[in-house]
């Protein structure tokens, strides 16, 4: 089946790096992603990572993925208050039709 | 660009009550989702439509939930009768495409059944 889980919190201090951590079942998924979700407001795409690859980097992101233990990882380097929100971690699923699957997100609170 | 926009933004009714929610996704995007995101879990597809058929409903409650996408540009979707466990957050995305395209999210209805 397919499922994305997600640790529920993050606390940093501004300055700091973050590292938010996701585990799939599904390992034919072709792409995976990150997105930012502010209060009220919808998801943002932050990045994605095509599946044969093991690392992408995007100015202060960095997305690791181990597709052998089905782990995908968000680093964001010198965090801002502003990157306080939910992150959600999705999984493009079997099928290639381009529905994603989403973790349950991660709350970053970054404290100044 | 003009982004995803949906309509309204805050919606309370009472169960049994019936709700419509609008979205106008970005122009020419051919592919549209609708997405429940209830409080504290991540967004949850409801049906995906491709220009205006449908491609994926698997998780629409179909009992009670209904869409449509004429013409193949704006979409609505429809509860009908409404449950207490309704109560979430309805999400519209639009992509370019189908698989391999960035989906674009509205700001969202939310809804809150009482």
């Known amino acids: 089946g397919e499922d994305v889980e997600q640790s529920l919190f993050l606390s940093v201090r501004e300055g700091d790096s973050s590292v938010i951590n996701c585990t799939y079942t599904d390992s034919s998924s072709t792409y995976l992603y990150w997105y930012k979700q502010e209060p009220g407001a919808g998801l943002q795409l932050l990045t994605y990572i095509f599946s044969n690859m093991d690392m992408k980097q995007d100015q202060r992101l960095t997305v690791l993925l181990n597709k052998k233990d089905k782990h995908l990882s968000l680093r964001i380097a010198d965090t801002q208050t502003g990157d306080s929100a939910i992150y959600f971690c999705a999984e493009s699923g079997s099928g290639n039709t381009g529905k994603l699957i989403f973790g349950q997100g991660t709350t970053l609170q970054v404290k100044p | 660009e003009a982004g995803v926009a949906q309509s309204p933004r805050y919606k309370i009714i009472e169960k049994r009550q019936s709700v419509a929610f609008w979205c106008n996704p970005i122009s020419g995007h051919a592919t549209l989702y609708w997405y429940q995101q209830i409080l504290g879990q991540g967004p949850k597809l409801l049906i995906q439509f491709q220009n205006n058929g449908v491609v994926d409903d698997s998780q629409l409650p179909k009992d009670r939930f209904s869409a449509e996408r004429l013409k193949g540009v704006d979409s609505t979707l429809k509860i009908q009768p409404a449950k207490l466990e309704d109560s979430a957050v309805y999400l519209c995305?639009?992509?370019?495409?189908?698989?391999?395209?960035?989906?674009?999210f509205g700001p969202g209805t939310r809804l809150l059944v009482l």
């Open positions: 995305a639009s992509s370019f495409a189908q698989a391999r395209e960035t989906q674009y």
